[in-house]
């Protein structure tokens, strides 16, 4: 898939949600043209968007609202000082990854010449 596909992706399920800018939608009809890939690609995804929208019902705004109560409120300096911790834990481990991997290249390079 080239990369230019990958973002075909991306303008197909904007398109499916009507959410597509103009000119991105002109790309992706310009790319449809030669690319049977995406055609199949936009098919499928306008069929499995269909479908889930034709099976999908309203949910009810009591249970809606129950269920935002029960997700617990973010702190979210200290979710920062966690991850930062994390992050403090981890770079000792990235460094030990850093020297084993200069060995390798080390002793790759050195049985070269054996």
């Known amino acids: 898939m080239s990369d230019e596909c990958r973002l075909m992706e991306d303008y ?14 002109m790309e992706l009809i310009n790319h449809l043209k030669y690319c049977p890939q995406c055609r199949e690609e936009l098919a499928f995804t306008l069929k499995l968007s269909e479908i889930v929208s034709k099976d999908m019902k309203e949910i009810p705004e009591e249970i809606l609202n129950n269920m935002f109560s029960k997700i617990p409120e973010s702190n979210e300096k200290e979710d920062i000082i966690i991850v930062s911790k994390f ?21 790759n390079l050195a049985f070269q010449f054996v």
């Open 87 to 107: 992050k403090s834990a981890l770079e000792p481990l990235e460094i030990v990854t850093q020297i084993l991997s200069t060995a390798k290249k080390s002793v």
């Open 12 to 25: 197909i399920i904007q398109y499916t949600n009507k959410t597509i800018e103009e000119q991105n939608k």
